[in-house]
């Protein structure tokens, strides 16, 4: 049976895992995982994309990726390809590195987003590498705590989620770690939906992500589309555009942005200027509304 294919969603979180091939080991010295580091920081600043959650064991890694307008196969690809040509001319070897085909979940952000952050900075202690995730030095895990961290990593959503005090956020992240080590992948909060297991979410999330992916390109102009959402919502235009943060708006704001990527009508920064907003606010309401988009 064929597989099916990705579901690409513009602002979309993805974790992603990459194995060695035949589970043989991918790094064999310190200074590949910083050169992996330094793959990634590069490629998803060329992409638009960001990582929520890393961590590097020894034969494969995990990510917790959002992408922008670029599908994330393309991301992966080309991060392993690079990692794996440069390792491969160094030990003097050819052949696969990485397994062909990653796995890759899309991930409902605000009823699941931090179950797969924790699982993914666990996965040393799982392992038996460590005690504690704070003993390991390769992942995220870090950088949620305040610690020194590689600059291309983003915890402000997830902390967000437990306080809008950065301390208490941190404070509530430990505990929560915590208590999730008996967490397993597959099992409760991390069951991926028993009708498409290409998610992690809930019904909803599942008929959202599945009917973007359904529908045409759309003809409309960015105009268009925005006077078309303020008439829908029952707001005007002049408001849309304000600084407020009302919850009516960011709907709104949500709801043009998904369609613009969607539709191929805008890119992520035309749609940002013409809301006044900023990428990276306008990247999180995609993930935080995706119901408003249909």
């Known amino acids: 049976m064929a ?3 990705r579901i690409h969603v513009p602002g979309g979180l993805y974790h992603v895992t ?5 589970r043989q080991a991918i790094f ?23 990582v929520h959650a890393y961590c590097w064991m020894t034969n494969h890694v995990h990510a917790l990726v959002q992408v922008g307008d670029t599908p994330l196969g393309k991301i992966v690809l080309k991060v392993a390809s690079r990692y794996a040509r440069l390792v491969q001319v160094r030990l003097e070897t050819t052949g696969h590195l990485f397994e062909r085909r990653y796995f890759a979940l899309l991930v409902q952000a605000d009823s699941h987003l931090l179950e797969v952050v924790r699982y993914i900075h666990l996965n040393p202690v799982r392992a038996g590498l460590v005690e504690d995730p704070a003993q390991y030095r390769w992942s995220s895990h870090h950088a949620y705590l305040g610690a020194a961290a590689p600059p291309w990593v983003t915890t402000t959503l997830a902390l967000a989620m437990f306080d809008r005090e950065l301390g208490r956020a941190r404070a509530a992240y430990a505990r929560f770690v915590a ?8 099992v409760g909060p991390l069951a991926c939906h028993p009708d498409d297991c290409r998610v992690l979410g809930d019904d909803g999330f599942l008929r959202a992500v599945r009917t973007d992916g359904w529908r045409p390109p759309s003809r409309q102009t960015l105009n268009e589309l925005v006077s078309a959402g303020c008439q829908r919502f029952g707001v005007s235009e002049e408001l849309l555009i ?10 709104v704001r949500a709801y ?3 369609e613009a990527l969607v539709g191929r009508v805008a890119s992520l920064s035309a ?5 006044n907003r900023s990428e990276s606010a306008l990247r999180e309401l995609l993930i935080s509304h995706p119901q408003n988009r249909r």
């Open 3 to 5: 597989r099916r294919p």
């Open 18 to 22: 990459l194995r060695g091939n035949h």
């Open 28 to 50: 064999f010295a310190e200074a590949d995982r910083q050169l992996l580091d330094s793959i990634v920081a590069e490629t998803i600043l060329q992409f638009d994309a960001r």
């Open 179 to 186: 208590q999730g080590h008996d967490v397993r992948f597959g």
């Open 242 to 251: 304000s600084s407020s943060k009302a919850r009516r708006l960011t709907q």
């Open 256 to 258: 043009i942005a998904g």
């Open 271 to 275: 749609v940002a200027r013409r809301l």
